[in-house]
């Protein structure tokens, strides 16, 4: 982790935290929040499967269920690949 000097125990916190519940991770600009993300993706925990948005590029709740959908799609099991089994999200 050496592309994060200082954050180990951020990252070791983040991972304790997602174990128990969701977390919400703000700060101000420019104080590495995204390097600390980048960081998760790379040294990612068994059983989990870190997925990264832009959500300054999302304007709207249907392009942000959009964009959930379209990135965990390829990660789903064969279960939910069946043709029993679709989601579709219709235009507001």
Same mark, same amino acid.
């Given at each position: ?14 991972? /304790? ?13 420019? @104080?590495?929040? /995204? /390097? @600390? ?26 392009? *942000?269920?959009?964009? @959930?959908?379209?990135? /965990?799609?390829? *990660?789903?099991?064969?279960? *939910?690949?069946?043709?029993? *089994?679709? @989601? ?5």
């Amino acid at each position: 982790m050496s592309k994060i000097f200082g954050r180990e125990k951020v990252i070791a916190r983040i991972w /304790t935290l997602l174990n128990e519940r969701s977390i919400l991770f703000t700060a101000e600009r420019r @104080v590495g929040k /995204t /390097t @600390v993300l980048n960081q998760l993706k790379d040294y990612q925990k068994e059983g989990y499967r870190i997925i990264f948005s832009d959500l300054e590029k999302i304007d709207s709740p249907l392009e *942000f269920i959009n964009d @959930v959908l379209n990135k /965990t799609a390829p *990660f789903l099991s064969a279960c *939910f690949k069946s043709p029993q *089994f679709s @989601v579709q999200v219709a235009q507001a």
